[in-house]
């Protein structure tokens, strides 16, 4: 079993800068692929980037290419995601996600075990 634990989420204005980090334990970290995906009120969970066991292959969505990027420190069995100039439609419980694949792809199918989420809001 594997749990993931976010944490980073918070308030800030339109522009700024987050870094949201997932600490993972109950398995070798370097066997799990990482993604990241994120739900509005009302809306489906999205996919949001991931990454592989070594970091060598990564995938964005369309909406944040450019803006964040996706990492991992199988050191400290940790992945984050750096997310710049924020947009107010970027307003969403991010989760974490782990997969025993290679690469977990963009589905949340995907992804066999979860986070309890962590809140980001972008005010305009």
């Known amino acids: 079993q594997v749990q993931l634990a976010e944490s980073g989420g918070g308030l800030v204005q339109a522009g700024g800068s987050l870094r949201l980090s997932c600490a993972a334990s109950?398995?070798?970290?370097?066997?799990?692929?990482m993604g990241w995906f994120r739900q509005a009120p009302g809306k489906e969970r999205e996919f949001v980037a991931a990454i592989s066991w070594s970091g060598a292959s990564t995938g964005y969505a369309d909406s944040v290419k450019g803006r964040f990027t996706i990492s991992r420190d199988n050191a400290k069995k940790t992945a984050y995601l750096q997310m710049n100039n924020l947009k107010p439609e970027d307003t969403a419980v991010y989760y974490c996600?782990?997969?025993?694949?290679?690469?977990?792809?963009?589905?949340?199918?995907?992804?066999?075990?979860w986070g309890q989420g962590t809140q980001v809001t972008v005010s305009s």
């Open positions: 996600a782990a997969s025993p694949r290679y690469y977990g792809g963009k589905y949340p199918e995907g992804f066999d075990y």
């Open positions: 109950g398995r070798t970290f370097s066997t799990l692929s």
